[in-house]
């Protein structure tokens, strides 16, 4: 029988854990996504196939009007705002659920400021300013035990771990003629 709590599979966590304390390569993943900007008018400008364990799914970005686009599918920072705050709350609900907490409701809320002067160059400030996410939580626990897991997720958490810390990004550019 699965082990789980809060709809997390607390089993496969505590295995992955065991077997990445003795081969580190266990906690490694690797993630690629293949695109196309789309050159027809009226509908997305971005398409890509994402796979993942479970399958595969086509997702499609358009920028905001405001930054060139039609604003007819979520813009890229919506997604990477998406990915930070359902990151952030898959990590709270892992931690709680590792420490045996059970949760009666969790939900999110994220809001982000962004400047994108930068973009349009006209400064050198960053595009986002400050990223807010608070969570609702629903539990029996402690006050205390909730703040140490909402501790643990911002220590954990991959998306805030990419958005905070410095990580390594390489270009290249390949031309066809």
């Not at 997390?8 to 266990?26: P, Q, T």
């Amino acid at each position: 029988m699965v082990k789980r709590l809060n709809n997390v599979n607390i089993g496969m966590l505590e295995e992955v854990s065991r077997e990445a304390e003795s081969d580190k390569s266990k906690a490694r993943r690797q993630q690629k996504i293949e695109g196309e900007w789309l050159l027809k008018e009226g509908g997305p400008q971005f398409r890509a196939e994402v796979n993942f364990e479970g399958g595969k799914i086509i997702m499609e970005s358009d920028q905001p009007r405001n930054m060139g686009g039609s604003g007819t599918r979520p813009g890229p920072m919506h997604y990477c705002f998406f990915g930070l705050v359902s990151c952030y709350t898959s990590t709270f609900a892992a931690m709680a659920s590792m420490m045996g907490i059970g949760l009666k409701k969790l939900t999110a809320n994220l809001e982000g400021n962004l400047n994108y002067s930068r973009v349009f160059g006209l400064s050198k400030e960053p595009v986002m300013e400050e990223i807010r996410i608070i969570l609702h939580v629903e539990s029996d626990a402690a006050r205390e035990q909730l703040e140490e897991v909402e501790k643990l997720a911002f220590e954990r958490c991959p998306a805030v771990f990419a958005l905070t810390e410095k990580v390594r990004l390489s270009t290249a550019l390949e031309v066809k003629q």
